[in-house]
């Protein structure tokens, strides 16, 4: 039995993640520019200038881990993110954490399998902005478990791919989840209320293919904004909405499905 159980721990120990025993490397200041592959964490709150950036990832297989700390920014206009991902492959961003006061708390620009897990990102105009990189669209993230208030979007989508949006909880600002340019993305389990100024829970101006499943929108000024063609809604939950639950813009729900959403109000028959 002893020499079995030595065996079994041997094995355990050799299939347990590399990171858990990899050394880390600390950040304690703003503008840091990570460009070699590791694990880092913070090691202090940082207090970042205006139109400074607090980290920025610029390599392949990088973890952050945030620590429990705080990136603060300067102002939320301009350019610059609190944590900005390059057009680069397997980054993770990791909380509990808080990043606050940036135009974008973190941007992904052309990422490849890479997420943001368990942040909070709060004051930011922007909470987490997805974007293109020279290359293409940012494909295969996962962006889960993170609390998002802002003063303009939640999360901002400009060119993501086979992604999926899972279990965030967003607040404020025009949109909760904007979508401009999008496909075959999965948006699953989040929950979106009190947007401001006629905004939405989820709005989708661009994109198709993506599947919208299980989420929950309330308190908004509507719900669900669909204005592309190709979309998929299926099990939302939708309640208090002030306009409108459902605003299907294309006519006659064009390439849009709808199956067993709860709601109250929609504005055409077709939204079932």
């Known amino acids: 039995m002893k020499n079995v159980m030595q065996y079994l721990t041997i094995i355990t120990f050799l299939i347990l993640p590399a990171t858990l025993f990899a050394a880390t490397t600390p950040v304690t200041s703003c503008g840091t520019v990570i460009g070699t592959s590791g694990t880092y964490e913070l090691a202090a709150n940082l207090n970042c200038p205006s139109g400074g950036y607090g980290v920025s990832i610029l390599t392949d297989k990088v973890t952050l881990l945030l620590n429990g700390y705080t990136i603060t920014g300067g102002g939320t206009t301009g350019n610059n993110a609190g944590v900005l991902v390059g057009e ?26 890479s997420g943001l897990v368990g942040a ?3 004051q930011n105009d922007t909470a987490i902005g997805v974007a293109n990189g020279s290359s293409g669209p940012s494909n295969s993230l996962t962006i889960t478990q993170n609390a998002c208030s802002s003063g303009s979007v939640g999360v901002y989508v400009t060119g993501m791919t086979h992604s999926r949006v899972t279990g965030n909880i967003c607040s404020g600002g025009f949109a909760g989840i904007e979508v401009w340019n999008g496909s075959d993305n999965s948006f699953e389990g989040n929950v979106v209320s009190n947007t401001a100024n006629g905004g939405a829970g989820f709005l989708v101006l661009g994109g198709s293919g993506n599947n919208i499943l299980g989420n929950q929108f309330y308190s908004n000024s509507v719900g669900i904004d669909n204005e592309s ?16 639950d459902i605003l299907e813009v294309p006519s006659n729900c064009k390439g849009d499905s709808f199956k067993i959403d709860v709601f109250s109000t929609a504005n055409q028959s077709c939204v079932k």
């Open 229 to 244: 063609t190709g979309n998929h809604y299926q099990a939302n939950l939708l309640f208090g909405n002030s306009e409108y």
């Open 88 to 113: 680069y492959t397997s980054v993770e961003i990791l909380g509990p954490g808080t990043i606050t006061n940036f135009p974008t708390g973190v941007y992904f620009a052309g990422a490849v399998d």
């Open 120 to 122: 909070t990102l709060t």
